[in-house]
C-alpha cells in the first residue's frame, strides 16, 4: 500500500486570498507532526491541495469505532461487524499520544521467517524475564529478546486502540452517523487534506510514499467535504489563513454525503453554481501565485469529470491539475485513495506532462489505477476501483503514473491556450432578461466583480433535454409536446441566472424529427444557446452546420457539453433574442449565427 493521505486547506496570504480559501502547511503551529517547510524558504517543488465536495479520498467511513480495548475497561457490549459477527481483532486508529512512552518491542516479530534468519541480525537491546522486567543481558533461558525504544508525541501518529465513546457512554459502533439533540453530527470526513498525507506518510515506504521529503504542500479547502460547525480559533487552523473560521454549515460551507435515519437515507450536499464561482476563483488565485509546479483536486467520484474538465477550460495556468478520487473509503480493506494520491504527486512531480518549453501539453488529468485519462474523456462508469472510462471513441488515456510515461497526447486546447480561459472572460457580456410584456430581452450581465473575481451570481444555467425520437411522434393534427416542454427549460433557466443554455440529446448523429428542430429553433432565437449532442456513449462527432440556429457538441456527452457551454457562456454571454422568435427576420437569424459561430470554434478545439 502506497499509504494514506490527509486533505488540507491552506493559503498563501500574499495571494490575497479569504479566510475560507486561505493556503498553509499541512499541521498547525500546535500541532505535533512534522511539516513542510513554508514556499517561500522550501528548495522542494511546490503542489496545491484542493479538497472539493463529497470527496470519498477524504471519508474515513463514518470514524473509527469503540474498541475492544475500551469495551472491556468501561463493561461494554463486544465489537461486532457488520454481519453481528463478534470482532476477534481490534482494528488500529491512528491517534496521537499525549506524552513519552517507552516500549519494547518482540524481535523478529516483524515477518514471520526473521527468526529463521536469527544469524543476519545484529543483538537485541535487552531481554524482558517473566515479570516484564528489562535486562540488557539474559537472566533466564526463558527471557524474551526486545527492542527499547521511546515513543514521543512529536513523531506523529501511532496507529493505537480507539477509547472514545459516545457523551452518554455507549460505543460509537453504528455504521451511521449520530446525530445528537443539537443536530450535530459525527462527521466521518477531514476538512482538509493535511490529516490524509501525514496518515499516507505513517503507512507508505520510502520508495511508494515520502511525500513531504519530495514536495511542499498547501492545502485548499474551497468546498470541503468536512467542515467545523462550531467554527475553529485561529490557533488551532491546520491552514495558514487568518484569523477564526466562522461556524460552518453544509450545503452552504461544507459538502459531505452521508447515510442518514434508519432507513439509510442516503443525502448528498452538492455545491451550488455560486460555490463553482467561489472554487474557481480559489483555484485561479493559488495558480497566479506562480508556487505550486502543480495541484491535485479532491472530489467525489461522480462529479470529479465535471471539475476537472472545468478547470482544463478555465484555469489560467500552465500548471497540472490533477483530479484524484476514491471509491473506497479509507480505512476499509484495499482503499484507493492512498495510491492514488502518491501516484498523481508522482505525475506532477514527473514533469513528463511539461513540452520542451516547460509548458503543460496535455492539460489537465484524472489518475486512477495507474491510468493518466485526459480531462476531457474522463468518465465515470461504475463506482468501484477501475470504473473510470473514457468518453467519445477515440483515445482520451493517455499514460500511465508506472514511470510516470505519456504515451498519447491530446491536441484540444486548455489552460493559457483556451479561449474561454479566466483571464480571457470579460467583466460584462450580453445576458437575457424578461420584460414586463413577457417578452425576453438582452441585457449586460457583470460577470467579474471590481476585483476581477467571478461572481457566483453570473454562473451560467444550462438545462440537458432528452428527444427521444423512437415512438413518440404525434398522429396529425395533435398538439405538439416538444414545445412546451422546451418552453418550461427556457422558463426554468431564465429564473435561475441570466445566462442560460441547453443541451439537446439526440440519437447518435443528432438526427431531430421536425417538431423537435422547430423548438430548438424557437429556443435559440429567444437567446438560447442550444448544443447538440448524441445521447449515451456515442463514438460519433457531430457534423458541422453553418446555417442552422445550433452548436454542434463535437463528440462530448450531455455533461461535458454542459461543461463547455457554461464556460462560453461567461466568455461570450447571450445571442440577441428575435423581437418575434415564431417569425424572425433574416437579418435576426443572421446575429444568431454569428454569436453562436464563435461558440462552434470552441466546441471544434476545447
Same mark, same amino acid.
Given at each position: ?7 488540507? #486547506? ?68 463486544? #465489537? ?39 544469524? %543476519? ?65 459525527? @462527521? ?37 467535504? /468536512? /467542515? ?54 480559489? =483555484? ?13 483536486? %479532491? ?13 482544463? %477550460? ?53 489518475? @486512477? ?17 477501475? /470504473? ?14 508506472? /514511470? ?60 440537458? %433535454? ?84 445550433? =452548436? ?55
Amino acid at each position: 500500500m502506497k499509504g494514506l493521505v490527509v486533505s488540507a #486547506l491552506a493559503v498563501i496570504c500574499a495571494t490575497g486570498l479569504d479566510a475560507a480559501d486561505s493556503v498553509g502547511d499541512p499541521l498547525s503551529a500546535k500541532s505535533s507532526a512534522t511539516s513542510a517547510p513554508s514556499p517561500a524558504v522550501s528548495p522542494l517543488p511546490g503542489i496545491a491541495v484542493f479538497a472539493g465536495p463529497t470527496a470519498t479520498v477524504l471519508n474515513t467511513l463514518m470514524g473509527p469505532r469503540t474498541s475492544q480495548k475500551a469495551r472491556d475497561k468501561y463493561g461494554l457490549p463486544p #465489537l461486532k461487524d457488520w454481519s453481528g459477527h463478534k470482532v476477534v481483532q481490534d482494528q488500529l486508529t491512528f491517534q496521537r499520544l499525549a506524552a513519552p512512552v517507552t516500549v519494547y518491542i518482540e524481535q523478529f516479530s516483524a515477518l514471520p521467517l526473521d527468526r529463521d534468519s536469527a544469524e %543476519l541480525f545484529a543483538p537485541p537491546d535487552g531481554f524482558l524475564d517473566a515479570q516484564n522486567v528489562f535486562h540488557k543481558e539474559r537472566t533466564s533461558p526463558a527471557d524474551r529478546p526486545v527492542y527499547e525504544v521511546v515513543l514521543r508525541p512529536e513523531d506523529g501518529l501511532y496507529p493505537l486502540p480507539y477509547m472514545a465513546r459516545r457523551a452518554d457512554g455507549t460505543a460509537w459502533d453504528s455504521w451511521e452517523p449520530a446525530a445528537g439533540a443539537n443536530g450535530l453530527i459525527r @462527521q466521518p470526513f477531514y476538512p482538509d487534506a493535511s490529516r490524509l498525507f501525514e496518515e499516507i506518510e505513517r503507512m507508505g515506504a520510502e520508495t511508494t510514499g515520502n511525500l513531504f521529503g519530495r514536495a511542499h504542500f498547501d492545502f485548499f479547502r474551497p468546498a470541503p467535504p /468536512g /467542515g467545523y460547525v462550531h467554527g475553529l480559533p485561529a490557533a488551532q487552523r491546520t491552514d495558514k489563513g487568518t484569523g477564526d473560521i466562522p461556524p460552518e454549515k453544509a450545503g452552504v460551507d461544507y459538502f459531505p454525503y452521508t447515510y442518514k435515519g434508519a432507513n439509510a437515507t442516503y443525502e448528498n450536499f452538492n455545491p451550488s453554481r455560486a460555490t463553482l464561482a467561489k472554487i474557481t476563483n480559489s =483555484v485561479q488565485r493559488a495558480m497566479d501565485t506562480g508556487a505550486y509546479r502543480g495541484g491535485l483536486w %479532491l472530489e467525489g467520484s461522480p462529479r470529479v469529470e465535471d471539475s476537472i474538465y472545468w478547470f482544463n %477550460l478555465v484555469i489560467d495556468t500552465d500548471a497540472m491539475l490533477v483530479g484524484v478520487i476514491a471509491n473506497r473509503p479509507n480505512r476499509m480493506v484495499s482503499p484507493d485513495a492512498p495510491a492514488t494520491i502518491v501516484d498523481a504527486v508522482d505525475f506532477v512531480l514527473s514533469d513528463v506532462w511539461r513540452d520542451a518549453d516547460g509548458k503543460n501539453r496535455v492539460g489537465d488529468v484524472v489518475v @486512477q489505477d495507474q491510468h493518466i485519462t485526459a480531462a476531457r474523456e474522463a468518465i465515470k462508469e461504475a463506482p468501484r476501483p477501475g /470504473g473510470f472510462g473514457t468518453l467519445g471513441g477515440h483515445g482520451g488515456v493517455i499514460g500511465t503514473t508506472a /514511470g510516470p510515461r505519456l504515451t498519447f497526447l491530446p491536441l484540444n486546447r486548455h489552460g493559457r491556450t483556451s479561449e474561454v480561459r479566466y483571464s480571457a472572460i470579460p467583466k460584462t457580456v450580453p445576458g437575457l432578461s424578461r420584460a414586463a410584456n413577457g417578452r425576453i430581452e438582452q441585457a449586460p450581465v457583470t460577470v467579474k466583480d471590481d476585483t476581477g473575481q467571478l461572481r457566483g451570481e453570473a454562473i451560467p444555467e444550462v438545462e440537458i %433535454l432528452d428527444f427521444n425520437s423512437w415512438m413518440t411522434s404525434n398522429a396529425p393534427g395533435t398538439p405538439d409536446p416538444v414545445g412546451p416542454r422546451v418552453e418550461s427549460a427556457i422558463a426554468r433557466c431564465l429564473g435561475e441566472s441570466p445566462l442560460c443554455g441547453l443541451v439537446a440529446e439526440a440519437p447518435v448523429s443528432g438526427h431531430f424529427d421536425r417538431n423537435d428542430a422547430l423548438a430548438i429553433d424557437q429556443a435559440a432565437l429567444s437567446g438560447m444557446v442550444v448544443v447538440k449532442v448524441s445521447r449515451g456513449a456515442s463514438g460519433a462527432f457531430m457534423g458541422r452546420i453553418d446555417e442552422n440556429l445550433l =452548436v454542434e457538441g463535437s463528440n462530448l456527452n450531455a455533461n461535458k457539453a454542459r461543461v463547455l457551454l457554461m464556460a462560453c457562456l461567461l466568455r461570450y454571454g447571450s445571442p440577441p433574442p428575435a423581437a418575434d422568435p415564431a417569425h424572425p427576420t433574416e437579418a435576426e437569424k443572421e446575429a444568431v449565427r454569428s454569436h453562436l459561430a464563435k461558440i462552434q470554434e470552441v466546441f471544434d478545439t476545447h
